[in-house]
C-alpha cells in the first residue's frame, strides 16, 4: 500500500521560511516523478513545483513560486522536499505531495497517481 506523508506545515509571518517534507512508502520511489500542489479555501488545487525520477534532474515551478520556492527529492530516504522562503500571505493553503509515474505532464493534478492528505501553512500578513 502507498503512503505519502507530507509534515513540516505551519503558522509563519510573511517574509519567513518553511520547509515541508513528503516521505513516501509502498511504492518504488525513485521511478516516480513528485510534485507539490495546494489548495487554497475556496479555490481549485494549483501546482506549485514538481521534479522529475531517479536522479532529479529536472525541476519544475509554478510562476507564482519561482525564485522562491526550492524541491528537492532524496531517493534513498523515499523523501521530497519543499524549501519555501519569502512567504506571502497568499501561500496560505493546504500543500499536498503527490506522486506521478509516467512524468507527461507534471503540471496537471490528474496525471499524478498517489497524494498524501495535505499539510496546512498558514503565512500571517
Known amino acids: 500500500q502507498v503512503h505519502l506523508i507530507e509534515s513540516g506545515g505551519g503558522l509563519v509571518q510573511a517574509g519567513g521560511s518553511l520547509r515541508l517534507s513528503c516521505a513516501a512508502s509502498g511504492l518504488p520511489f525513485s521511478a516516480y516523478a513528485m510534485g507539490w500542489f495546494r489548495q487554497a479555501p475556496g479555490k481549485e488545487r494549483e501546482f506549485v513545483a514538481a521534479i522529475s525520477r531517479s536522479g532529479g534532474g529536472s525541476t519544475y515551478y509554478a510562476d507564482s513560486v519561482k525564485g522562491r520556492f526550492t524541491i528537492s527529492r532524496d531517493n534513498p530516504k523515499k523523501t521530497v522536499s519543499l524549501q519555501m522562503n519569502s512567504l506571502k500571505p497568499e501561500d496560505t493553503a493546504v500543500y499536498y505531495c503527490?506522486?506521478?509515474?509516467?512524468?507527461?505532464?507534471?503540471?496537471?493534478?490528474?496525471?499524478?497517481?498517489?497524494w498524501g492528505q495535505g499539510t496546512q501553512v498558514t503565512v500571517s500578513s
Open positions: 503527490a506522486a506521478d509515474l509516467d512524468s507527461r505532464d507534471l503540471y496537471y493534478s490528474g496525471r499524478y497517481d498517489y
